[in-house]
Each structure stands twice: as structure tokens, then as C-alpha cells.
């Protein structure tokens, strides 16, 4: 354990992203999460945390700045032929849940599992099938296996896709306001897997405003305000004894 | 779906509320039938019409398997001519949307010539011009290759028609493509799939759905088109009738008999579409 906190799982080092000509999103973010590690990132809409996350899998491409996932380096801007295969090799090991889940329609629960093993990572669907069972047993949606998404509650959706970026055994997992597009009475669900995936050791970087996620289940809380981190450090410093104004401004807010 | 959740006997529904659940189906019920009724008297008035016109049925039915056997090669020239437009179409799309400079002008050019010239001067082109630009480049020295580039009619006829379609479709399937939400995209790449496997697993499959009905719309033309090729002598349907019927002065039959024909054909061809929709829908809700 104390190996791997040496050894950082996801290090971003001084990332800018503009878009456009002058849409300064990020404004050079450090972050290391080490591993097992669970981060909430919280901020206001638009302060840039969906983008800081998307540039870690390389959704968005960084403007200036390195990212390193699992001692997989990428640099900002670099010419190497090899950097598209380090991109993939990057994605293979991130998980990543987005606000509108994005499953596959024309594929059912259990194909949406297996695409990622069998496509990407050339497993044999057999055994892709079975863990595919059990990743489905595990967020307790064994009955909906045949189903089609449209089928399926939204918090549902959200806890298949889960399990199909776990089907490819990522080593982090990225959260994008897994539970924002949920009907109140379904965000439970969602958030109790997420909590069991935490304690499970997986890594976990989170962009959410699921307070009660933030409050019990992070290890660190990072605040983001104009692309940039304004607060960071234990959820009980956090919300009990935050030092910036901003934070408490934008605590008020949500709380 | 929903009306298994409606049973008329289901305890709890007040019965005015089941009088105007069964005033509904009633309803439907007679929509069907009238609309069944409608097309019986279509039916009934279009074969009275011929009657009266004094159509000379003998006539037809005795040229009847000689036209018929002209179906053959409007249904060898539609059908490859689809293939080959298919495979354009794809080809064309991805082109269109490359960000290679090369490919994607090719396919825009393509696109912007083939579409902004009629197929009848296409048709001759391929036909009629293609010998004389091998006669050109002859006379630069590539030997043999005017007679390579002399074509006979049902080649040309394929070419001309596949190239034509496949510039039309071309836009279909790129409209198809752009029609899925970039999400897919993004959830695909963020599993880690490439490129290629993105567009083949998760972005053509979905796109396939939305362009069949546009794409069968196109097979329906160029069924119809495909009598474009009788301009180069071949014996296809339109082109047997039309003779058949000037010979005789019957034209009039000839013609019914050969709209029915090309009728026929396009039915059948669009029950094969709602098949394959019905198919592709089961990613539905309530399927």
C-alpha cells in the first residue's frame, strides 16, 4: 500500500484546455489520485470539472499540459506515432460513466457488457459472457440481462454502464455527474454502487454533486472554480471548515 | 402494450371509463375495415376502367411471358446496380466525412458532378464516351485500353446506374452517420475502440436503421430507372412492351401490363423493407 501511494495512479500535470481561439476552460490543474483513492471534484456548472475529467481519457485533448494514467504518459501537443496507441492503451485502463449514460441502444444489456472484452481487448465471448454475469449479479441487474436500455429506468441505465466499463477491468474509474440526468428517487441506486466500487479499492475520480457521495465516500474533495482548483483537502475540511470564500459561497449554493 | 394494462374486465375500472375504452377499439375496429373496403373499390373501379376501355386482354396475355422475360434483366441491372451504389455510398460517406484532404474531395467532387448531371447523360457517357477518352489514351500509349473501355450495354447500364445511386446515397448514409448522438462516439472511444471499430460496431449499425427507409426509396427508383438501359438496345421490360405495343398499335395495353409489372416489383420490394425496419426496431421501447 505504501508502494502504490508513492506511485501516483492518474497524475495531470499542469493542464490548460482552450477552445476555440480564447475559451480558457482550464487554467494549468495539477491532480494525483493515488491508487484505491476515491476524488470528488465539485464546482460550479461550467467551471470546467466534466472537461478536466475528459481530458484524462483523452475525449478532450489537452491543450498544453501532461496526463499520466497507470505510468502511461501523454504529453499536450506531442508529435508521436506511438501516441495514438498509448491514447487507447489509456482508455482500456479508465472506466468512464456519463451524465447521459450512453449505452448502446441496438445492443442488449448483456451485448453492451461484452462489446468492450470482446472488441477491444479480444476476449473470448464465453468468458466475456460470464464475468459479464457477474458484474451484472454484482449491481443487481441479473433479471435485465436480455433487456434492451430503452427498457430500462434511467438509474438502471446508469448501473449498466457501469458494469459494461467494468467488464474491461479499468484500474480508475471516472465519474461524469453520474446521477444529474436521474429522477430523484433513482440517484440511490446509482450512488450505492458507486459507494460499493469505492470500497471495493477501486480509484475513483468523481465529477458530482451528490454531497452525501462527496461527504462519506471521497477521501479528498477538490474544488473547482474558473478552471482552476480553489480548494482541496478532507471532505470533513471541506464542508465543515472550508478556508476560501468561493467555497463557501458555492456550498451555500448547494446544500 | 398498453392495453394489456387496460383489460376491459380489470376490477377498478369505472364503467364509463370501459364504455369509452370500447368506444375506442370500436372505433379502430371500423377505421380498419373502411380502409380495407377503400381499397377493394379501387381495386374494383381501376379493373372496370380497363373493361371499359376495351382493353384487349387475349392480346396481353399472349405477349404476357415475352415481356416477363425482360424482368430478368431489369432485375440483373437493378440488383447489381444497387450492390455497386451500396458500396459507393459507404465508400462516399466516410469521405465525405474524412478530415483526409484527398478522400474527402474525391467523394465531395463525386457527389457535386453526379448529382448536378442528368442520368440520361450519364447513361451515354459510359456508354457512347467512354470508347472515345480510350481511344485518347490510346494515342498516349496505353495499348489495348479502348477495348477495355469499350463497353457492352448491360455493363455500361450497371456502371451508369450504381455510380448514379451511389452519389445520391451517398448523402443518405452520411446524414445516417451524423444523425447519431456524439455520446456513442464517446462512449465507444472512452472503452477504448478505435476509429474503425467505432464506425463498425456501434455508429453504422445505428446509423443502418435510420437510412432504410430513405435508402429504400432510392431501390424503388432505380428499379424504375433501370429501363434507362434499353436506350442502349437492350431488351428489358419497358423497352419489349413499348415495341411490342407500337408493332401491334395496342400500346395502351402494353403499357398497363408493364406499370403493372414495375408495380409488382416495387411492392415486393418494400415488403422486404418493413421487414428488415421491423427487424431493426427491437431496440425499441415497448417491442
Known sequence: ?255 | MADKSLRHGDAGIPPEAQAVLRKIETDKARYKRNVIISFIILAVLMVTTLIVLGLDFTFMLKWLPFILAGSGYTFLVASLAIALACILAVVGALGRLSRNPVFNSIATSYVSLIRGTPLLVQVYMWYLALPQIGKALEGYGFVGIQALFTLPALPAGILALGVCYGAYMTETVRAGIQSIKIGQTEAAKALGMTRTQTMKRVIFPQALRVIIPPVSNEFIAMIKDSSLVSLMGVWELSYRAIKVGRRHFQSLEMLIMVALIYWAMCILLQYFQEKIEKHMARGDRGI
Not at chain 1, 478532450?60 to 499520466?68: D, F, L, N
Not at chain 1, 430503452?150 to 438509474?155: D, E, I, P, Y
Not at chain 1, 465519474?175 to 454502487?193: I, K, N, Q, R, Y
Open chain 1, 1 to 255: 500500500m505504501m508502494e502504490n501511494k508513492s506511485q501516483p495512479m492518474v497524475k495531470i500535470n499542469n493542464i490548460h484546455k482552450v477552445f476555440g481561439r480564447d475559451l480558457h476552460v482550464l487554467r494549468g490543474v495539477d491532480l494525483e489520485v493515488h491508487k484505491g483513492e476515491t476524488v470528488v471534484i465539485l464546482g460550479a456548472s461550467g467551471s470546467g470539472k466534466s472537461t478536466l475529467l475528459r481530458c484524462i481519457n483523452f475525449l478532450e485533448e489537452p491543450s498544453a499540459g501532461t496526463v499520466e494514467v497507470d505510468n502511461i504518459v501523454i504529453h499536450a501537443g506531442e508529435k508521436d506515432k506511438d501516441r495514438e496507441n498509448r491514447i487507447l492503451d489509456i482508455r482500456k485502463r479508465t472506466g468512464m460513466c456519463f451524465q447521459a449514460f450512453n449505452l448502446f441502444p441496438h445492443m442488449n444489456v448483456l451485448e453492451n457488457i461484452i462489446e468492450g472484452p470482446v472488441t477491444v481487448l479480444g476476449h473470448e465471448k464465453q468468458k466475456a459472457i460470464h464475468y459479464a454475469e457477474e458484474l451484472l449479479d454484482w449491481v443487481g441487474l441479473m433479471d435485465k440481462r436480455d433487456e434492451y436500455p430503452s427498457r430500462l429506468s434511467g438509474g438502471q441505465q446508469q448501473r449498466v454502464a457501469i458494469a459494461r466499463s467494468l467488464a474491461m477491468k479499468p484500474k480508475v474509474m471516472l465519474f461524469d455527474e453520474p446521477t444529474s440526468a436521474l429522477d430523484p428517487e433513482l440517484v440511490g441506486e446509482v450512488v450505492e454502487v458507486m459507494e460499493r466500487l469505492a470500497k471495493e479499492g477501486m480509484t475513483i475520480i468523481a465529477v458530482t454533486h451528490e454531497l452525501h457521495f462527496a461527504r462519506d465516500v471521497a477521501d479528498r474533495v477538490f474544488i473547482m472554480d474558473e478552471g482552476n482548483w480553489i480548494e482541496e483537502g478532507t471532505p470533513e475540511k471541506i464542508f465543515n471548515n472550508p478556508d476560501n470564500v468561493r467555497t463557501r459561497q458555492f456550498l451555500a449554493h448547494i446544500l
